[in-house]
């Protein structure tokens, strides 16, 4: 909230500049985020005389005046037509900023130097209204009253040198919401006393119990209700110092009986309500819950439907306020007010959060409210803004208060141990430090019967304090107002193992060893439209309060916000595309089968996914090779690559039976005989949609699988002790038999001598039949025993070889 | 015998002396050096030399052979870098082959940063789930139901008792509920605010956060554990303060503040003029907290504290928009 120092003056002795005062406040907890001089717009501003007014030589309209500025006696030429001698005016000096320039169509601000005009020499500007912001009139200069103090800097002469604090109060602190009662914070740190405002009130002989009643039906969630009566109010505008106050903390003034209700709010933090008396049915005022499905006008003129939850203001007849949210458009105070009947209660705090959340109106009111008001601070603020409503308003009290207060709000007693005060800190404070430390804040310390303890000391907190109840309360007290900066720092560390086994992050492992082969790493939003969550999975996990439509779920799959990317690349002018991301996916399950360590919450799942995406050229150009666009085989062999340096032996592709919902053309992973994920070309139409013109290949695999897949010991196997024997075949086979077919039964029929298996190279062509294709395979042999003879390879080749002519119609290309 | 030898040597350095380029050497080793050339020749001879001459024999032909080796080796040499000089000029200059470069994304690179520290200091990585119960995210971490500090966090819902979790802290209480103390846990993750998009804020966002539990933990060490942290991160010249504050699940809460390293303490405009940089939230445990997971609050006490990895990567790198982390441009990728 904005604190105004000036205002802020009035409780407290700043004894400290502003920048001092914003420092201790920050490190007592209350972060001073800006610092607002509202004089540095008037920077080089005063408050001249009109000495002289002579025609201008060379032009009808300007004038050439003499004005004295305090120190000085300057010549300025001005435009204005009501400029005369004697006046008092605002004079902007070289150097300084006018804020609205008339002459520029957006009203840029500019800055003033000496000029020449039209050939006389203009040593400043006598300003008009809107110049300066302070108004609409830009037909001739401001003229202030005959009083106004010659050379005194036009900031203070307009009241308008005020310094505002921009605090951030915390949702626990309440009670310094408002000007006293920061001060009461100010008064702590500079060793001082917070004094609250003095008033005079004097009422009439007329007992407002003749005239108001008050009822409160739910003295659960309003306490108390305390009321006063006043009559021939004078509504108008406030007066200016008033209204400064008001503008200067960004609240608009309204009328004299409004601003002081926000007056009294600001400065003691209370809120009250003024109702128009005359309006009030029966002279009546009733606290109740509203009539389920009851409609309301508010003072903002919506109507609102209210739950049988909604605690209300009501009068004889009808409703007439939310209660500490916001009043009732029935009975607003208008310029007709004549009699006012003035509200200062005390509701439950977790009431007014559900009724502001429940219409979604949050108010200087109800956040004060819901935070925690003081109970016993009502009358008093009811009194301040009663004096003010007399004393501006011209109003007839009415004698006494009406005060429904059935069980008054004690002090809270909280216990503290000093040992364990100390204990939590790491400090060594006695116990007379303590109490000194803990009085500067108003918690006393009282003597206690009851516990004798050496230890142990008994704390009263005052009722505005409502965040203290514990004695971890006490303790944080006693830590601010120590300084956290006094409390050593502890640079020993207390070792002490965790026995939990680590957990090894794979996720590191895989990331570095996509890097390192050229791959980027991405991270993308985990939500996504609707339609685009539903492509990869029916079950997806919807948002119920979504920021837009394009974010109302959770993603299913990584592949549509990694085709965005893509997408913006390309459109950006990055064609070649090699990224990589880390993420998770989300669903909802009716099993308890996705029982992985990061799925916790009965109905959902969520798994880390890796993907891929390859697109553009396979390598960056080079000046002796020919490029080459990106295949499907580039991110397969990528895969491969990545799962033998992994380790991870058992896996498999398994080329699609049906294509599925992205790619078509492309094989489905088997990690341990488990689907894990896939790696494929992204179907026509899904290009279409992406608008990407270019072929995206994408895989996308479960990490969890992977890491289950890897979990394999590695022993060491002893190096071959005999040299391996390298045979080459080229073998012709049927076009519709797959290679892995054909390496399978190679395998098959090779014997425990056969080592590896490797294709280097197909033939289709002239050279040998239409339908077939010549595989070009190497073979390594290798005994643990001997040194391999040519015969012995012959015999293998040879069966090899009538195994492939019997099962696969094979023959050996010649 | 002996004079044959002699005279094959003389010959044959004779030709190879007159042999000017690579042809006419290889037309040489054919001759002389090759399996049947005429050295060969001479060796098959050999055998029918009288036996007693063999040895004497033997050697002078071996030293013949390998001197003529050696000069033809030599000559050979000699041609090809000749030879290579006069082909065509080869350009050093030209660009290598480079193969594609990959980048770490500056959020994983940040996170990665942290993580080496504080596992330094014997933390354990922890995880959680993004789909959270209302009791993680907020009751178990003493937010009571309609308090106002469940407004510090917009929060996204999935439904009435499920929320994306809003912090990293419900991943505190999933530890605590599995284990004992001692603990200390260091978990990073992604966490998500229902705010308008905008330079400062995004509609998620990551955290690193730690716990320590234990007998005799105090706010002195919570300072101390920060402040080395700080100084492995930012640089051991740096000040710092620690600032009163609130947070639900701890008390004493503070903040940490250092000084701004981007205009050395002078004021600038992303310190806002104060010289300080908000770094990271702390506090002690709350014992409500403990409560919540069966820990007794008089045994134990302990620390908490959490940062955002992102406000940390865009000061440390200078991001002024936090939408350009989430854009993954290959331009500004490659920064990286």
Same mark, same amino acid.
């Given at each position: 909230?904005?604190?105004?120092?000036?205002?802020?003056?009035?409780?407290?002795?700043?004894?400290?500049?502003?920048?001092?005062?914003?420092?201790?406040?920050?490190?007592?907890?209350?972060?001073?985020?800006?610092?607002?001089?509202?004089?540095?717009?008037?920077?080089?501003?005063?408050?001249?005389?009109?000495?002289?007014?002579?025609?201008?030589?060379?032009?009808?309209?300007?004038?050439?005046?003499?004005?004295?500025?305090?120190?000085?006696?300057?010549?300025?030429?001005?435009?204005?037509?009501?400029?005369?001698?004697?006046?008092?005016?605002?004079?902007?000096?070289?150097?300084?900023?006018?804020?609205?320039?008339?002459?520029?169509?957006?009203?840029?601000?500019?800055?003033?130097?000496?000029?020449?005009?039209?050939?006389?020499?203009?040593?400043?500007?006598?300003?008009?209204?809107?110049?300066?912001?302070?108004?609409?009139?830009?037909?001739?200069?401001?003229?202030?009253?005959?009083?106004?103090?010659?050379?005194?800097?036009?900031?203070?002469?307009?009241?308008?040198?005020?310094?505002?604090?921009?605090?951030?109060?915390?949702?626990?602190?309440?009670?310094?919401?408002?000007?006293?009662?920061?001060?009461?914070?100010?008064?702590?740190?500079?060793?001082?006393?917070?004094?609250?405002?003095?008033?005079?009130?004097?009422?009439?002989?007329?007992?407002?119990?003749?005239?108001?009643?008050?009822?409160?039906?739910?003295?659960?969630?309003?306490?108390?209700?305390?009321?006063?009566?006043?009559?021939?109010?004078?509504?108008?505008?406030?007066?200016?110092?008033?209204?400064?106050?008001?503008?200067?903390?960004?609240?608009?003034?309204?009328?004299?009986?409004?601003?002081?209700?926000?007056?009294?709010?600001?400065?003691?933090?209370?809120?009250?309500?003024?109702?128009?008396?005359?309006?009030?049915?029966?002279?009546?005022?009733?606290?109740?819950?509203?009539?389920?499905?009851?409609?309301?006008?508010?003072?903002?003129?919506?109507?609102?439907?209210?739950?049988?939850?909604?605690?209300?203001?009501?009068?004889?007849?009808?409703?007439?306020?939310?209660?500490?949210?916001?009043?009732?458009?029935?009975?607003?105070?208008?310029?007709?007010?004549?009699?006012?009947?003035?509200?200062?209660?005390?509701?439950? %705090?977790?009431? $007014?959060? *559900? +009724?502001?959340?429940? #219409? @979604?109106? &949050?108010?200087?009111?109800?956040?004060?409210?819901?935070?925690?008001?003081?109970?016993?601070?009502?009358?008093?603020?009811?009194?301040?803004?009663?004096?003010?409503?007399?004393?501006?308003?011209?109003?007839?009290?009415?004698?006494?208060?009406?005060?429904?207060?059935?069980?008054?709000?004690?002090?809270?007693?909280? %216990?503290?141990? $000093?040992? *364990? +005060?100390?204990?939590? #800190? @790491?400090? &060594?404070?006695?116990?007379?430090?303590?109490?000194?430390?803990?009085?500067?804040?108003?918690?006393?310390?009282?003597?206690?019967?009851?516990?004798?303890?050496?230890?142990?000391?008994?704390?009263?907190?005052?009722?505005?304090?409502?965040?203290?109840?514990?004695?971890?309360?006490?303790?944080?007290?006693?830590?601010?107002?120590?300084?956290?900066?006094?409390?050593?720092?502890?640079?020993?560390?207390?070792?002490?193992?965790?026995?939990?086994?680590?957990?090894?992050?794979?996720?590191?492992?895989?990331?570095?060893?996509?890097?390192?082969?050229?791959?980027?790493?991405?991270?993308?939003?985990?939500?996504?439209?609707?339609?685009?969550?539903?492509?990869?999975?029916?079950?997806?996990?919807?948002?119920?309060?979504?920021?837009?439509?394009?974010?109302?779920?959770?993603?299913?799959?990584?592949?549509?916000?990694?085709?965005?990317?893509?997408?913006?690349?390309?459109?950006?002018?990055?064609?070649?595309?090699?990224?990589?991301?880390?993420?998770?996916?989300?669903?909802?399950?009716?099993?308890?089968?996705?029982?992985?360590?990061?799925?916790?919450?009965?109905?959902?799942?969520?798994?880390?996914?890796?993907?891929?995406?390859?697109?553009?050229?396979?390598?960056?150009?080079?000046?002796?090779?020919?490029?080459?666009?990106?295949?499907?085989?580039?991110?397969?062999?990528?895969?491969?690559?990545?799962?033998?340096?992994?380790?991870?032996?058992?896996?498999?592709?398994?080329?699609?039976?049906?294509?599925?919902?992205?790619?078509?053309?492309?094989?489905?992973?088997?990690?341990?005989?488990?689907?894990?994920?896939?790696?494929?070309?992204?179907?026509?139409?899904?290009?279409?949609?992406?608008?990407?013109?270019?072929?995206?290949?994408?895989?996308?695999?479960?990490?969890?699988?992977?890491?289950?897949?890897?979990?394999?010991?590695?022993?060491?196997?002893?190096?071959?002790?005999?040299?391996?024997?390298?045979?080459?075949?080229?073998?012709?086979?049927?076009?519709?038999?797959?290679?892995?077919?054909?390496?399978?039964?190679?395998?098959?029929?090779?014997?425990?001598?056969?080592?590896?298996?490797?294709?280097?190279?197909?033939?289709?062509?002239?050279?040998?039949?239409?339908?077939?294709?010549?595989?070009?395979?190497?073979?390594?042999?290798?005994?643990?025993?001997?040194?391999?003879?040519?015969?012995?390879?012959?015999?293998?080749?040879?069966?090899?070889?009538?195994?492939?002519?019997?099962?696969?119609?094979?023959?050996?290309?010649? | 015998?002996?004079?044959?030898?002699?005279?094959?040597?003389?010959?044959?350095?004779?030709?190879?002396?007159?042999?000017?380029?690579?042809?006419?050497?290889?037309?040489?080793?054919?001759?002389?050096?090759?399996?049947?050339?005429?050295?060969?020749?001479?060796?098959?001879?050999?055998?029918?030399?009288?036996?007693?001459?063999?040895?004497?024999?033997?050697?002078?032909?071996?030293?013949?052979?390998?001197?003529?080796?050696?000069?033809?080796?030599?000559?050979?040499?000699?041609?090809?870098?000749?030879?290579?000089?006069?082909?065509?000029?080869?350009?050093?200059?030209?660009?290598?082959?480079?193969?594609?470069?990959?980048?770490?994304?500056?959020?994983?690179?940040?996170?990665?940063?942290?993580?080496?520290?504080?596992?330094?200091?014997?933390?354990?990585?922890?995880?959680?789930?993004?789909?959270?119960?209302?009791?993680?995210?907020?009751?178990?971490?003493?937010?009571?139901?309609?308090?106002?500090?469940?407004?510090?966090?917009?929060?996204?819902?999935?439904?009435?008792?499920?929320?994306?979790?809003?912090?990293?802290?419900?991943?505190?209480?999933?530890?605590?509920?599995?284990?004992?103390?001692?603990?200390?846990?260091?978990?990073?993750?992604?966490?998500?605010?229902?705010?308008?998009?905008?330079?400062?804020?995004?509609?998620?966002?990551?955290?690193?956060?730690?716990?320590?539990?234990?007998?005799?933990?105090?706010?002195?060490?919570?300072?101390?554990?920060?402040?080395?942290?700080?100084?492995?991160?930012?640089?051991?010249?740096?000040?710092?303060?620690?600032?009163?504050?609130?947070?639900?699940?701890?008390?004493?809460?503070?903040?940490?503040?250092?000084?701004?390293?981007?205009?050395?303490?002078?004021?600038?405009?992303?310190?806002?003029?104060?010289?300080?940089?908000?770094?990271?939230?702390?506090?002690?445990?709350?014992?409500?907290?403990?409560?919540?997971?069966?820990?007794?609050?008089?045994?134990?006490?302990?620390?908490?504290?959490?940062?955002?990895?992102?406000?940390?990567?865009?000061?440390?790198?200078?991001?002024?928009?936090?939408?350009?982390?989430?854009?993954?441009?290959?331009?500004?990728?490659?920064?990286?």
């Amino acid at each position: 909230m904005k604190i105004s120092l000036k205002w802020l003056q009035q409780y407290v002795e700043l004894t400290v500049a502003p920048e001092d005062l914003a420092h201790r406040l920050t490190m007592a907890g209350f972060e001073i985020e800006d610092i607002e001089y509202q004089g540095s717009v008037y920077d080089k501003f005063v408050v001249g005389e009109v000495l002289e007014v002579n025609k201008h030589p060379k032009a009808d309209r300007l004038t050439v005046c003499k004005v004295n500025t305090g120190t000085e006696v300057v010549q300025i030429v001005c435009g204005a037509p009501n400029v005369a001698v004697g006046q008092r005016v605002p004079v902007g000096l070289s150097g300084a900023v006018i804020p609205h320039n008339q002459h520029d169509p957006e009203g840029k601000p500019f800055a003033l130097s000496h000029v020449k005009l039209r050939g006389v020499d203009s040593f400043g500007m006598i300003c008009s209204a809107h110049e300066l912001g302070l108004g609409d009139d830009k037909d001739g200069i401001m003229v202030f009253d005959a009083h106004a103090k010659v050379g005194a800097p036009l900031a203070q002469y307009l009241g308008k040198d005020d310094i505002i604090f921009e605090v951030g109060i915390t949702p626990n602190r309440p009670d310094a919401m408002s000007h006293f009662g920061i001060a009461r914070e100010v008064a702590a740190l500079l060793d001082v006393k917070a004094n609250l405002p003095k008033f005079q009130l004097k009422e009439s002989d007329v007992s407002v119990q003749q005239h108001a009643k008050i009822l409160i039906e739910d003295t659960e969630n309003c306490p108390r209700y305390s009321g006063r009566v006043m009559f021939n109010v004078n509504v108008a505008d406030s007066p200016k110092w008033l209204q400064n106050y008001l503008l200067a903390i960004g609240l608009r003034p309204v009328n004299n009986v409004v601003d002081i209700t926000n007056y009294v709010l600001m400065e003691l933090g209370h809120p009250l309500h003024a109702f128009d008396y005359d309006t009030l049915a029966g002279k009546t005022i009733v606290v109740k819950r509203a009539k389920q499905g009851e409609k309301f006008t508010t003072l903002d003129h919506k109507e609102r439907t209210l739950t049988g939850d909604t605690l209300m203001i009501c009068d004889g007849e009808r409703s007439i306020g939310v209660a500490g949210v916001m009043g009732g458009e029935n009975t607003e105070i208008t310029h007709a007010t004549k009699n006012v009947l003035l509200e200062s209660a005390y509701f439950n %705090p977790a009431s $007014i959060r *559900r +009724t502001s959340k429940y #219409l @979604g109106i &949050s108010t200087d009111a109800s956040q004060r409210f819901e935070r925690g008001a003081n109970p016993n601070v009502t009358t008093f603020a009811l009194d301040r803004a009663t004096a003010l409503l007399q004393e501006l308003c011209g109003a007839k009290v009415l004698k006494g208060t009406i005060d429904v207060y059935p069980v008054p709000v004690k002090p809270k007693r909280v %216990p503290l141990r $000093i040992g *364990r +005060t100390n204990r939590v #800190l @790491g400090t &060594s404070l006695t116990k007379d430090d303590i109490t000194t430390l803990l009085n500067k804040i108003e918690l006393t310390s009282i003597p206690s019967t009851n516990s004798p303890s050496r230890d142990e000391v008994m704390i009263e907190a005052p009722t505005f304090r409502v965040d203290i109840e514990r004695e971890i309360d006490v303790i944080e007290e006693v830590a601010r107002v120590y300084g956290y900066d006094n409390i050593q720092t502890d640079a020993r560390a207390n070792l002490s193992f965790y026995e939990h086994p680590p957990k090894k992050d794979f996720s590191d492992e895989i990331r570095d060893w996509l890097i390192g082969r050229g791959c980027k790493e991405v991270v993308a939003n985990s939500m996504c439209d609707i339609e685009t969550a539903a492509v990869t999975s029916k079950d997806f996990v919807e948002v119920a309060n979504p920021i837009s439509k394009d974010m109302a779920a959770l993603r299913t799959s990584t592949i549509p916000g990694m085709l965005n990317i893509v997408r913006n690349n390309i459109f950006h002018g990055s064609k070649d595309i090699r990224l990589f991301e880390i993420g998770r996916i989300y669903f909802k399950t009716n099993s308890q089968a996705h029982k992985n360590s990061d799925s916790f919450v009965p109905g959902y799942y969520e798994e880390n996914r890796l993907a891929i995406a390859f697109s553009g050229l396979s390598n960056p150009r080079h000046w002796n090779e020919q490029p080459r666009q990106t295949t499907l085989f580039d991110l397969k062999g990528e895969l491969e690559a990545f799962f033998c340096k992994l380790f991870l032996d058992n896996y498999k592709f398994i080329p699609y039976s049906t294509d599925n919902s992205l790619t078509d053309s492309g094989l489905v992973i088997h990690l341990s005989g488990k689907e894990s994920g896939y790696v494929g070309k992204i179907r026509p139409e899904i290009m279409k949609r992406y608008e990407i013109e270019q072929d995206v290949f994408v895989a996308e695999i479960s990490i969890p699988n992977l890491e289950i897949a890897r979990e394999c010991e590695r022993t060491y196997r002893p190096l071959p002790k005999y040299p391996s024997a390298l045979r080459d075949v080229a073998i012709v086979i049927d076009e519709e038999i797959s290679v892995e077919t054909l390496t399978m039964a190679i395998r098959e029929s090779g014997g425990p001598l056969l080592k590896q298996i490797e294709l280097f190279d197909i033939y289709r062509g002239n050279q040998i039949a239409a339908g077939k294709k010549s595989c070009a395979i190497s073979l390594e042999f290798n005994s643990e025993e001997q040194t391999l003879a040519q015969e012995q390879i012959d015999t293998i080749v040879t069966s090899i070889l009538n195994h492939l002519q019997v099962t696969l119609n094979a023959s050996l290309r010649t | 015998m002996h004079e044959a030898i002699e005279t094959l040597k003389r010959s044959a350095l004779a030709e190879l002396s007159t042999s000017g380029d690579l042809q006419a050497l290889e037309h040489f080793r054919i001759s002389y050096l090759a399996r049947k050339g005429q050295i060969a020749e001479l060796f098959d001879k050999l055998k029918d030399a009288p036996p007693e001459q063999k040895p004497a024999l033997g050697k002078a032909l071996n030293e013949m052979r390998r001197s003529i080796e050696s000069q033809f080796e030599e000559k050979k040499a000699r041609l090809e870098t000749g030879q290579k000089k006069k082909s065509i000029h080869l350009d050093l200059t030209l660009p290598g082959l480079r193969p594609w470069v990959g980048s770490k994304h500056p959020i994983t690179q940040t996170l990665d940063e942290i993580k080496r520290i504080f596992l330094g200091m014997g933390f354990q990585v922890e995880t959680g789930p993004e789909i959270e119960d209302d009791y993680h995210n907020f009751g178990a971490l003493n937010f009571p139901p309609d308090h106002p500090a469940r407004d510090m966090q917009d929060t996204f819902f999935i439904s009435n008792d499920v929320v994306l979790r809003t912090h990293t802290s419900p991943v505190q209480i999933r530890v605590m509920e599995t284990q004992k103390p001692p603990i200390r846990a260091l978990i990073p993750g992604r966490v998500y605010r229902n705010e308008a998009i905008s330079a400062r804020s995004y509609c998620l966002f990551h955290q690193v956060e730690g716990l320590y539990v234990d007998t005799n933990v105090t706010f002195a060490e919570l300072k101390g554990t920060l402040v080395a942290f700080a100084k492995q991160f930012y640089g051991s010249s740096l000040k710092y303060r620690f600032r009163p504050s609130f947070f639900p699940f701890t008390e004493p809460s503070a903040e940490m503040d250092i000084t701004c390293f981007l205009c050395k303490a002078k004021g600038c405009r992303v310190c806002k003029n104060t010289g300080w940089l908000e770094i990271l939230g702390c506090g002690m445990v709350d014992p409500n907290v403990f409560q919540s997971v069966n820990y007794d609050p008089e045994m134990y006490t302990g620390y908490a504290f959490g940062m955002g990895i992102e406000r940390i990567a865009m000061l440390r790198y200078g991001i002024d928009d936090i939408r350009i982390l989430f854009e993954n441009d290959i331009r500004f990728l490659s920064q990286f």
